[in-house]
Protein backbone atom coordinates (compact mmCIF):
# COMPACT_ATOMS: atom_id res chain seq x y z
CA UNK A 1 0.00 0.00 0.00
CA UNK A 2 1.63 3.36 -1.04
CA UNK A 3 1.57 6.08 1.84
CA UNK A 4 -0.67 8.91 1.31
CA UNK A 5 0.06 12.47 0.64
CA UNK A 6 -0.96 13.05 4.48
CA UNK A 7 1.60 9.97 5.45
CA UNK A 8 4.41 11.70 3.31
CA UNK A 9 3.40 15.03 4.91
CA UNK A 10 3.18 13.99 8.69
CA UNK A 11 6.56 11.95 7.65
CA UNK A 12 8.16 15.39 6.49
CA UNK A 13 7.32 17.34 9.59
CA UNK A 14 8.58 14.64 12.27
CA UNK A 15 12.19 15.00 9.69
CA UNK A 16 12.10 18.64 10.12
CA UNK A 17 11.47 18.40 13.72
CA UNK A 18 13.74 16.00 14.44
CA UNK A 19 16.49 17.69 12.35
CA UNK A 20 16.02 20.84 14.47
CA UNK A 21 16.44 19.15 17.74
CA UNK A 22 19.98 17.33 16.42
CA UNK A 23 21.32 20.44 14.63
CA UNK A 24 20.55 22.32 18.49
CA UNK A 25 22.20 20.03 20.31
CA UNK A 26 25.73 20.48 21.62
CA UNK A 27 26.80 17.13 21.48
CA UNK A 28 28.03 15.90 18.16
CA UNK A 29 25.88 13.10 16.57
CA UNK A 30 27.91 10.97 14.02
CA UNK A 31 26.58 8.01 12.11
CA UNK A 32 29.28 5.54 10.30
CA UNK A 33 28.63 2.50 8.62
CA UNK A 34 30.49 -0.76 9.47
CA UNK A 35 33.18 -0.03 7.28
CA UNK A 36 33.80 3.89 8.77
CA UNK A 37 32.25 5.76 6.05
CA UNK A 38 30.40 8.68 6.85
CA UNK A 39 26.73 8.67 7.32
CA UNK A 40 25.77 11.91 9.18
CA UNK A 41 26.97 13.97 11.28
CA UNK A 42 25.33 16.92 13.04
CA UNK A 43 26.03 20.47 12.81
CA UNK A 44 28.08 20.67 16.34
CA UNK A 45 30.71 18.81 14.58
CA UNK A 46 32.20 22.41 13.29
CA UNK A 47 32.37 23.80 16.86
CA UNK A 48 34.04 20.72 18.54
CA UNK A 49 36.03 19.18 15.91
CA UNK A 50 37.27 22.51 14.40
CA UNK A 51 36.57 21.52 10.63
CA UNK A 52 34.06 22.29 7.89
CA UNK A 53 31.30 19.68 7.81
CA UNK A 54 32.01 18.82 4.05
CA UNK A 55 35.40 17.69 4.86
CA UNK A 56 34.33 14.86 7.36
CA UNK A 57 33.57 11.97 5.14
CA UNK A 58 34.92 9.26 6.82
CA UNK A 59 36.76 8.19 10.07
CA UNK A 60 40.02 9.25 9.34
CA UNK A 61 39.41 12.93 9.16
CA UNK A 62 38.86 12.37 13.24
CA UNK A 63 41.55 9.76 13.38
CA UNK A 64 43.88 12.94 12.19
CA UNK A 65 42.45 14.98 14.91
CA UNK A 66 43.11 12.35 18.02
CA UNK A 67 46.43 13.42 20.14
CA UNK A 68 49.48 10.73 18.71
CA UNK A 69 49.55 9.38 21.78
CA UNK A 70 45.98 8.24 21.74
CA UNK A 71 45.45 7.23 18.06
CA UNK A 72 46.03 3.28 18.26
CA UNK A 73 44.09 3.02 21.25
CA UNK A 74 40.55 5.28 19.85
CA UNK A 75 41.57 3.10 16.59
CA UNK A 76 41.08 -0.08 18.45
CA UNK A 77 38.11 1.41 20.36
CA UNK A 78 36.62 1.82 16.71
CA UNK A 79 37.48 -1.60 15.44
CA UNK A 80 36.13 -3.42 18.69
CA UNK A 81 32.72 -1.99 18.54
CA UNK A 82 31.22 -4.12 15.87
CA UNK A 83 31.36 -7.05 18.37
CA UNK A 84 31.01 -5.79 21.41
CA UNK A 85 28.12 -3.39 20.15
CA UNK A 86 28.44 -0.58 23.12
CA UNK A 87 31.15 0.93 24.59
CA UNK A 88 32.69 3.97 25.73
CA UNK A 89 35.95 6.29 26.13
CA UNK A 90 37.32 9.88 26.58
CA UNK A 91 40.53 10.93 24.62
CA UNK A 92 42.17 13.91 23.38
CA UNK A 93 42.15 15.75 20.05
CA UNK A 94 44.36 18.61 18.99
CA UNK A 95 41.82 21.24 15.89
CA UNK A 96 43.52 22.21 13.01
CA UNK A 97 43.60 25.55 15.06
CA UNK A 98 45.73 23.98 17.95
CA UNK A 99 43.15 23.72 20.15
CA UNK A 100 43.73 20.80 22.77
CA UNK A 101 40.10 19.23 23.60
CA UNK A 102 38.63 16.17 25.59
CA UNK A 103 35.95 14.40 23.90
CA UNK A 104 33.72 11.88 25.61
CA UNK A 105 32.97 9.03 22.87
CA UNK A 106 29.61 6.96 23.30
CA UNK A 107 29.15 4.33 20.47
CA UNK A 108 26.44 1.60 19.75
CA UNK A 109 25.40 -0.63 16.98
CA UNK A 110 22.11 -0.01 15.17
CA UNK A 111 20.94 -2.54 13.00
CA UNK A 112 17.01 -3.36 11.33
CA UNK A 113 15.45 -6.59 12.49
CA UNK A 114 16.88 -8.61 9.71
CA UNK A 115 20.76 -7.06 10.60
CA UNK A 116 20.62 -5.27 7.12
CA UNK A 117 21.60 -1.33 7.02
CA UNK A 118 23.56 -2.05 10.18
CA UNK A 119 25.41 1.24 10.97
CA UNK A 120 27.88 2.53 14.14
CA UNK A 121 26.35 5.41 16.23
CA UNK A 122 28.19 7.73 18.17
CA UNK A 123 27.41 10.44 20.51
CA UNK A 124 30.67 12.61 20.90
CA UNK A 125 30.62 15.21 23.83
CA UNK A 126 33.43 18.16 24.68
CA UNK A 127 34.29 17.31 28.37
CA UNK A 128 37.33 19.48 28.55
CA UNK A 129 36.21 21.46 31.57
CA UNK A 130 35.23 18.55 33.20
CA UNK A 131 38.70 16.64 32.80
CA UNK A 132 40.44 20.20 33.68
CA UNK A 133 38.59 20.43 36.50
CA UNK A 134 39.08 16.95 37.80
CA UNK A 135 43.29 17.80 37.08
CA UNK A 136 42.99 20.83 38.73
CA UNK A 137 41.39 18.76 41.70
CA UNK A 138 44.13 15.99 41.57
CA UNK A 139 46.88 18.75 41.59
CA UNK A 140 45.04 20.21 44.58
CA UNK A 141 44.99 17.13 46.57
CA UNK A 142 48.41 16.15 45.38
CA UNK A 143 50.05 19.07 47.20
CA UNK A 144 47.41 19.06 50.10
CA UNK A 145 48.88 15.56 50.84
CA UNK A 146 51.99 16.94 50.69
CA UNK A 147 51.21 19.11 52.97
CA UNK A 148 49.71 17.07 55.20
CA UNK A 149 53.02 14.59 55.53
CA UNK A 150 55.19 17.21 55.09
CA UNK A 151 54.06 20.09 57.91
CA UNK A 152 55.55 19.99 60.87
CA UNK A 153 52.76 20.89 62.84
CA UNK A 154 49.80 18.38 63.50
CA UNK A 155 47.32 17.79 60.74
CA UNK A 156 45.08 15.90 61.09
CA UNK A 157 40.88 14.65 59.79
CA UNK A 158 38.22 13.30 62.23
CA UNK A 159 35.13 11.90 61.97
CA UNK A 160 32.14 14.56 63.78
CA UNK A 161 32.48 12.30 66.77
CA UNK A 162 36.35 13.06 67.01
CA UNK A 163 37.42 9.71 65.86
CA UNK A 164 40.96 10.29 64.12
CA UNK A 165 39.92 9.57 59.72
CA UNK A 166 44.02 10.82 59.46
CA UNK A 167 47.07 12.26 61.00
CA UNK A 168 50.26 12.80 59.89
CA UNK A 169 52.99 11.37 61.62
CA UNK A 170 54.75 14.84 62.95
CA UNK A 171 50.88 14.97 64.87
CA UNK A 172 51.28 11.26 66.37
CA UNK A 173 54.64 12.79 67.96
CA UNK A 174 52.70 15.90 69.76
CA UNK A 175 50.02 13.54 71.23
CA UNK A 176 52.77 11.77 72.46
CA UNK A 177 52.24 8.31 70.10
CA UNK A 178 55.30 6.09 68.86
CA UNK A 179 53.24 5.91 65.24
CA UNK A 180 50.92 7.09 62.88
CA UNK A 181 48.78 3.45 63.17
CA UNK A 182 48.89 3.79 66.80
CA UNK A 183 47.35 7.17 66.87
CA UNK A 184 44.59 6.39 64.35
CA UNK A 185 43.05 4.27 67.08
CA UNK A 186 42.32 7.55 69.44
CA UNK A 187 39.89 9.98 69.46
CA UNK A 188 41.23 13.61 69.37
CA UNK A 189 38.27 14.46 72.02
CA UNK A 190 40.74 12.81 74.75
CA UNK A 191 43.19 15.25 74.17
CA UNK A 192 41.68 18.60 75.23
CA UNK A 193 42.34 19.56 78.46
CA UNK A 194 38.97 20.63 78.50
CA UNK A 195 36.81 19.07 76.49
CA UNK A 196 33.91 21.28 76.64
CA UNK A 197 35.94 23.81 74.11
CA UNK A 198 35.58 21.40 71.66
CA UNK A 199 31.44 21.89 71.28
CA UNK A 200 32.18 25.48 71.25
CA UNK A 201 34.72 25.29 68.38
CA UNK A 202 32.55 22.55 66.50
CA UNK A 203 29.50 25.21 66.30
CA UNK A 204 31.49 28.39 65.37
CA UNK A 205 32.93 25.87 62.22
CA UNK A 206 29.83 24.55 61.32
CA UNK A 207 28.15 28.41 61.75
CA UNK A 208 30.77 29.69 59.62
CA UNK A 209 32.56 26.82 57.91
CA UNK A 210 36.18 27.32 59.69
CA UNK A 211 37.66 29.00 62.67
CA UNK A 212 41.29 30.30 62.49
CA UNK A 213 44.19 30.49 64.73
CA UNK A 214 42.22 29.47 68.27
CA UNK A 215 44.53 29.14 71.22
CA UNK A 216 43.68 26.09 73.55
CA UNK A 217 45.36 23.71 75.84
CA UNK A 218 45.78 19.90 74.75
CA UNK A 219 47.11 16.85 76.95
CA UNK A 220 49.15 14.39 75.45
CA UNK A 221 49.09 10.59 76.27
CA UNK A 222 52.02 11.41 79.30
CA UNK A 223 49.80 13.77 80.87
CA UNK A 224 52.03 16.95 79.14
CA UNK A 225 50.56 20.27 78.35
CA UNK A 226 50.57 21.98 75.47
CA UNK A 227 49.70 25.47 74.56
CA UNK A 228 48.41 24.88 70.61
CA UNK A 229 47.07 27.33 67.89
CA UNK A 230 44.16 25.40 65.85
CA UNK A 231 42.62 26.21 62.38
CA UNK A 232 40.02 24.16 61.17
CA UNK A 233 36.94 23.44 58.90
CA UNK A 234 34.42 21.34 57.89
CA UNK A 235 33.97 19.06 54.66
CA UNK A 236 30.60 18.62 54.06
CA UNK A 237 29.30 16.05 51.03
CA UNK A 238 26.97 17.80 48.33
CA UNK A 239 23.73 17.39 50.96
CA UNK A 240 25.71 20.08 53.16
CA UNK A 241 25.78 17.64 55.95
CA UNK A 242 29.36 17.33 57.87
CA UNK A 243 31.70 14.09 57.01
CA UNK A 244 34.77 15.13 58.68
CA UNK A 245 36.56 18.13 60.13
CA UNK A 246 40.46 19.10 59.05
CA UNK A 247 42.97 21.01 60.97
CA UNK A 248 46.14 22.28 61.68
CA UNK A 249 47.26 22.39 65.34
CA UNK A 250 50.80 24.35 65.30
CA UNK A 251 52.44 24.26 69.26
CA UNK A 252 53.24 27.67 70.41
CA UNK A 253 54.08 25.98 73.65
CA UNK A 254 57.63 27.17 73.19
CA UNK A 255 56.57 30.37 71.58
CA UNK A 256 54.24 31.48 74.83
CA UNK A 257 57.30 30.19 76.94
CA UNK A 258 59.87 32.49 75.31
CA UNK A 259 57.68 35.63 75.73
CA UNK A 260 57.32 34.47 79.58
CA UNK A 261 60.82 34.42 79.62
CA UNK A 262 61.45 37.60 78.38
CA UNK A 263 59.22 39.52 80.28
CA UNK A 264 60.91 37.93 83.60
CA UNK A 265 64.48 38.30 82.41
CA UNK A 266 63.67 42.27 82.25
CA UNK A 267 62.25 42.08 85.14
CA UNK A 268 64.76 39.96 86.93
CA UNK A 269 67.11 42.74 85.75
CA UNK A 270 65.53 45.80 87.02
CA UNK A 271 65.01 44.25 90.27
CA UNK A 272 68.75 43.25 90.15
CA UNK A 273 69.58 46.75 89.01
CA UNK A 274 67.95 48.54 91.48
CA UNK A 275 69.24 46.38 94.29
CA UNK A 276 72.61 46.79 93.50
CA UNK A 277 71.80 50.36 93.30
CA UNK A 278 70.89 50.62 96.81
CA UNK A 279 73.72 48.02 97.80
CA UNK A 280 76.34 50.44 96.34
CA UNK A 281 74.98 53.30 98.42
CA UNK A 282 74.84 51.23 101.68
CA UNK A 283 78.85 50.50 100.45
CA UNK A 284 79.55 53.63 99.74
CA UNK A 285 77.90 54.77 103.39
CA UNK A 286 80.01 52.28 105.23
CA UNK A 287 83.34 53.36 103.68
CA UNK A 288 82.42 56.96 104.79
CA UNK A 289 81.25 56.19 107.78
CA UNK A 290 85.17 54.24 108.60
CA UNK A 291 86.71 56.83 107.52
CA UNK A 292 85.38 59.29 109.39
CA UNK A 293 85.56 57.14 112.39
CA UNK A 294 89.60 56.76 111.65
CA UNK A 295 89.88 61.03 112.17
CA UNK A 296 86.92 61.98 114.27
CA UNK A 297 86.93 59.07 117.02
CA UNK A 298 89.73 58.62 120.09
CA UNK A 299 87.94 55.59 121.37
CA UNK A 300 90.17 52.41 119.81
CA UNK A 301 87.57 49.82 121.69
CA UNK A 302 84.81 51.56 120.17
CA UNK A 303 86.06 52.40 116.82
CA UNK A 304 86.45 48.52 116.57
CA UNK A 305 82.68 47.48 117.54
CA UNK A 306 81.83 50.07 114.67
CA UNK A 307 84.03 48.61 112.35
CA UNK A 308 82.61 45.54 113.46
CA UNK A 309 79.14 46.65 112.86
CA UNK A 310 80.40 47.99 108.85
CA UNK A 311 82.62 44.29 108.04
CA UNK A 312 78.54 42.86 109.03
CA UNK A 313 76.98 45.30 106.91
CA UNK A 314 80.15 44.42 103.79
CA UNK A 315 79.48 40.90 104.21
CA UNK A 316 75.53 40.75 104.21
CA UNK A 317 75.63 43.49 100.89
CA UNK A 318 77.83 40.51 99.44
CA UNK A 319 75.68 37.85 99.87
CA UNK A 320 72.62 40.16 98.65
CA UNK A 321 75.03 40.77 95.73
CA UNK A 322 75.79 37.08 94.93
CA UNK A 323 72.23 36.45 94.68
CA UNK A 324 71.43 39.14 92.63
CA UNK A 325 74.01 38.06 89.89
CA UNK A 326 72.71 34.29 90.13
CA UNK A 327 68.84 35.26 89.72
CA UNK A 328 70.12 37.22 87.07
CA UNK A 329 72.19 35.54 85.11
CA UNK A 330 70.11 32.21 85.54
CA UNK A 331 67.35 34.60 83.75
CA UNK A 332 69.89 35.87 80.89
CA UNK A 333 70.77 32.61 80.00
CA UNK A 334 67.83 30.49 80.53
CA UNK A 335 66.91 28.79 77.32
CA UNK A 336 65.39 25.77 77.39
CA UNK A 337 64.94 24.35 80.67
CA UNK A 338 60.75 24.23 81.60
CA UNK A 339 60.33 26.08 84.73
CA UNK A 340 56.95 26.49 86.65
CA UNK A 341 55.78 30.47 85.88
CA UNK A 342 54.48 30.27 89.57
CA UNK A 343 57.88 29.55 90.85
CA UNK A 344 60.47 31.33 90.25
CA UNK A 345 62.71 29.38 92.31
CA UNK A 346 62.31 26.44 89.44
CA UNK A 347 64.59 28.30 87.30
CA UNK A 348 67.47 26.51 88.97
CA UNK A 349 65.83 23.28 88.61
CA UNK A 350 67.96 22.33 85.58
CA UNK A 351 67.57 18.67 85.81
CA UNK A 352 64.15 17.60 84.30
CA UNK A 353 63.00 13.91 83.40
CA UNK A 354 63.37 12.59 79.36
CA UNK A 355 60.62 11.09 77.58
CA UNK A 356 62.04 7.84 75.85
CA UNK A 357 59.00 7.82 73.27
CA UNK A 358 58.98 10.11 71.61
CA UNK A 359 62.01 12.07 71.85
CA UNK A 360 60.54 15.45 72.32
CA UNK A 361 59.92 17.86 75.84
CA UNK A 362 57.10 19.63 76.41
CA UNK A 363 58.65 22.96 75.68
CA UNK A 364 59.23 21.80 72.17
CA UNK A 365 58.06 23.49 69.27
CA UNK A 366 57.22 23.07 65.36
CA UNK A 367 58.20 24.69 62.31
CA UNK A 368 57.47 28.03 62.12
CA UNK A 369 53.81 28.46 60.44
CA UNK A 370 53.70 28.06 56.77
Known amino acids: MSPTTADLQQFAEIKERLQSILHAMSEVILSL??????????????????????????????????????????????????????????????????????????????????????????????????????????????????FFHSTQDMAYAVHPDGTFLDINEAGARMLGFCSREEALQANIVDFYEHPEEREHFLAEINAHGAIRGRHLRMRTRDGRILEVDLTARAKRNEHGEVIAYEGIVHNITQTLENQRNRVLRQAAGSVCHHLNTHLMQILAAKDG???????????AQLRQAIRAYCQDIADACAKITAITRAFNSAFLTYKEEPYLDHAIVAIFDSLQPETTCPSQNSSESSSPQS
Open 33 to 146: SPEGEGRYITPAAEALLGIPLRHFTSLDQLFQLVHPEEVSTVRQFYADLAESEFGEMEYRIVTPSGHHKWIHDEGHVAFCPDRLGQRIDHVLRDVTARRHAMEALANSEARYRD
Open 289 to 299: LVEELDHTLDD
